[in-house]
């Protein structure tokens, strides 16, 4: 049976500086050049280090009609004359040659405009912004997973951000990983299992212990971290964030997850949770964390002489807290 016929798209703005993600797209650009043409081959090259002349050299249809893809990294560093000089191709790109302008979307000027440029010379634009926000990692891992061709939940997604930390290369590898290993379906369980070790020490388990009066098993988990460097001011964040959402969730009232989920802007499966960790808590002693959790906050970014005693004294100032009934 004979390969299907693509056509791949001319010219193609990467746009956003997510490195993994740029190089997929560039990667992804490259094999349905090779769907086209078996024969495509892919050249490289840094805008900053190329001249017009250059530009036009690489872009020149080749003699033997010959498959390429040309991929221009740094656009954002372009000066007035290659921005120009690549404006002017956008409008009228050579057949066989697959055009691949790699772009943060900042820089001066000539730079900068060269995005709407392209985009008015109707480049196929591959999104690739970074990724800051626990959301939108989470987001990557379920993809990830999914991609693998895998199925997982809301817990184990954090589970393995929690596991392996925020880098984009090494959660693509374990989710793809973990899809391999058990069969397809992804759970915290499972995630626990593979990346024990690791899990058990973030400053996430930390606080899920010490939110729960948990005091010997925080302390514990605390001990570890600390002996592996995970910084202080993760486990500090990490508290923070455990009281703040039994707060909010407690203040809410005991209403329906799902309602609850929509009104405070979480998942459904945090709001229970947290919905179970409330149950141990007083309002008083939720005031009381909270202070706890400012002070250890200033605590592990220099007010305080030892940052690990700092946590350990906030962890038994939460269980005090969770004790409090009046």
């Known amino acids: 049976m004979s390969a299907p016929s693509v056509t791949p798209p001319p010219l193609q703005l990467v746009l956003g500086e997510e490195e993994l993600l740029v190089e997929r797209a560039v990667r992804a650009a490259f094999d349905t050049a090779r769907l086209a043409d078996p024969a495509a081959e892919l050249t490289r090259a840094r805008v900053a280090d190329l001249t ?6 690489l872009v020149s249809p080749s003699l033997f009609a010959d498959g390429r893809v040309i991929v221009l990294d740094g656009a954002h560093e372009a000066g007035q004359e290659i921005a120009a000089a690549i404006g002017s191709y956008a409008r009228q790109p050579a057949e066989g040659i697959v055009l691949v302008v790699v772009h943060n979307g900042a820089g001066r000027k000539p730079a900068k405009d060269l995005v709407g440029v392209l985009k008015s010379a109707g480049a196929t634009v591959v999104e690739c912004a970074k990724i800051t926000k626990p959301a939108d990692r989470e987001a990557f891992v379920r993809n990830e997973i999914r991609r693998a061709g895998g199925k997982s939940d809301g817990e184990a997604v ?3 951000i929690d596991a392996v930390g925020s880098d984009l290369r090494e959660l693509a590898s374990a989710a793809a990983q973990l899809v391999a290993d058990t069969g397809g379906t992804v759970t915290e369980e499972a995630v626990r299992r593979y990346h024990r070790g690791r899990a058990d020490v973030t400053g996430f388990a930390v606080a899920e ?5 948990d005091v010997a098993g925080a302390l514990e988990s605390l001990r570890w971290a600390m002996q592996l460097g995970v910084p202080h001011v993760l486990v500090a964040d990490a508290l923070a964030d455990a009281v703040r959402t039994v707060a909010k969730v407690a203040g809410a009232g005991r209403a329906d997850p799902y309602r609850l989920s929509s009104e405070l802007g979480m998942p ?12 141990g ?8 964390a909270m202070q706890v959790v400012a002070d250890v906050n200033a605590d592990v970014k220099g007010v305080a002489a030892d940052p690990d005693y700092a946590l350990e004294r906030a962890v038994l100032r939460l269980a005090k807290a969770h004790r409090l009934h009046e």
Do not use: D
Not at 209 to 213: L, Q
């Open 281 to 288: 808590w007083h309002p008083v002693g939720l005031i009381e």
């Open 209 to 213: 212990k010490a939110i729960t009066g």
């Open 158 to 160: 954090v589970a393995l």
């Open 52 to 57: 017009p002349p250059e530009l036009a050299e």
């Open 268 to 279: 459904t499966w945090k709001v229970r949770k947290a919905l179970a960790q409330s149950r």
